[in-house]
């Protein structure tokens, strides 16, 4: 890889120093989380080796994003930064889906464990439907890869906005069944579930939907499946004109800073999930959540 292009007069070295930065700040801040889990873990005495799902989880989307900020691409363009494999489209969105469906295995996890510890059925559905409505949307994503037509991307952004919608309003379901800062933690949530939508609804959807209708109006020749897992894996277009990356830049400096802090904020659930009961909104609720929480016991 040639570093020549690292120039200020370049404005897409701010824009990936940025990346850089943002990135090595994360990886460190996974690795605080994983020491004080795991230091809280001992503690616990749930053993030296326990790591828990949610920290690995955690780590699977990090170290992805992070692979990915430092050597960013477009799928549908193959554009990239660098001249390497690395940056093909096949490793890259290889990467991405993986990472993807452990950031929405947390949220998962969380949610079900808040909607059973609340006794809530409707956000216990919404819980179940996440991974589902993922692995769809990188479905989706895998047919604009491969084929080059943006209805696949306006499809995958879709669905993650609808699931997203989804988990606020389990949110609003579950706000008043909390107290204390857990009641706090949920409202946080929320206002970051619906400022991402709101993202989505405003600028990612809307670009993917005028890109896919400029390529249907200039009669754009899609690849089928076997040419088109060649192309994404073989051709990777190098450029560092700032042009090109223009419509890439928001979403994508927003993926690998915000969307990784959600999912390190996220592991700092471990730490209450045992004690939800106590965080119930009255006594009665609290103490109803601890029976269905609590092991069965044989009459003495």
Same mark, same amino acid.
């Given at each position: 890889? $040639? @570093?020549?292009?690292?120039?200020?007069?370049?404005?897409?070295?701010?824009?990936?120093?940025?990346?850089?930065?943002?990135?090595?700040?994360?990886?460190?801040?996974?690795?605080?989380?994983?020491?004080?889990?795991?230091? !809280?873990?001992?503690?616990?005495?749930?053993?030296?080796?326990?790591?828990?799902?949610?920290?690995?989880? $955690?780590?699977?989307?990090?170290?992805?994003? =992070?692979?990915?900020?430092?050597?960013?691409?477009?799928?549908?363009?193959?554009?990239?930064?660098?001249?390497?494999?690395?940056?093909?489209?096949?490793?890259?969105?290889?990467?991405?889906?993986?990472?993807?469906?452990?950031?929405?295995?947390? !949220?998962?996890?969380?949610?079900?464990?808040?909607?059973?510890?609340?006794?809530?059925? $409707?956000?216990?559905?919404?819980?179940?439907?996440?991974? %589902?409505?993922?692995?769809?949307?990188?479905?989706?994503?895998?047919?604009?890869?491969?084929?080059?037509? *943006?209805?696949?991307?306006?499809?995958?952004?879709?669905?993650?906005?609808?699931?997203?919608?989804?988990?606020?309003?389990?949110?609003?379901?579950?706000?008043?069944? @909390?107290?204390?800062?857990?009641?706090?933690?949920?409202?946080?949530?929320?206002?970051?579930?619906?400022?991402?939508?709101?993202?989505?609804?405003?600028?990612?959807?809307?670009?993917?939907?005028?890109?896919?209708?400029?390529?249907?109006?200039?009669?754009?020749?899609?690849?089928?499946?076997? =040419?088109?897992? *060649?192309?994404?894996?073989?051709?990777?277009?190098?450029?560092?004109?700032?042009?090109?990356?223009?419509?890439?830049?928001? !979403?994508?400096?927003?993926? @690998?800073?915000? =969307?990784?802090?959600?999912?390190?904020?996220?592991?700092?659930?471990?730490?209450?999930?045992?004690?939800?009961?106590?965080?119930?909104?009255? %006594?009665?609720?609290?103490?109803?959540?601890?029976?269905?929480?609590?092991?069965?016991?044989?009459?003495?």
């Amino acid at each position: 890889m $040639s @570093f020549d292009w690292l120039s200020w007069s370049n404005p897409v070295i701010i824009w990936w120093g940025f990346l850089v930065i943002v990135t090595a700040a994360n990886i460190v801040l996974w690795l605080r989380v994983y020491r004080f889990l795991r230091a !809280w873990a001992l503690g616990q005495q749930e053993g030296p080796f326990r790591v828990d799902l949610l920290v690995l989880l $955690s780590a699977a989307y990090v170290f992805g994003c =992070a692979l990915r900020a430092i050597l960013p691409r477009a799928d549908v363009q193959r554009i990239c930064l660098f001249d390497t494999w690395l940056s093909s489209v096949a490793v890259g969105r290889s990467v991405a889906t993986v990472a993807e469906l452990c950031f929405a295995m947390q !949220w998962a996890i969380v949610l079900y464990a808040l909607a059973h510890a609340a006794a809530s059925r $409707s956000a216990r559905a919404v819980a179940t439907a996440i991974v %589902p409505l993922i692995l769809v949307a990188e479905a989706c994503s895998w047919y604009a890869v491969i084929t080059t037509d *943006y209805l696949g991307n306006v499809l995958e952004n879709s669905l993650w906005t609808v699931t997203f919608l989804m988990i606020a309003a389990a949110l609003v379901l579950l706000l008043d069944r @909390f107290s204390s800062w857990i009641r706090l933690a949920i409202r946080l949530a929320l206002l970051g579930t619906i400022g991402y939508a709101a993202f989505m609804l405003a600028v990612d959807v809307p670009m993917y939907v005028g890109r896919w209708q400029a390529d249907m109006a200039n009669g754009k020749e899609l690849f089928g499946l076997f =040419a088109g897992l *060649y192309d994404a894996a073989t051709r990777w277009v190098v450029t560092r004109d700032i042009a090109r990356w223009d419509g890439e830049i928001a !979403w994508l400096s927003l993926y @690998f800073s915000v =969307a990784v802090w959600t999912s390190l904020a996220l592991c700092g659930f471990v730490l209450v999930r045992d004690d939800l009961p106590r965080y119930g909104a009255t %006594p009665a609720r609290s103490a109803a959540a601890r029976r269905r929480l609590s092991p069965r016991t044989g009459a003495g």
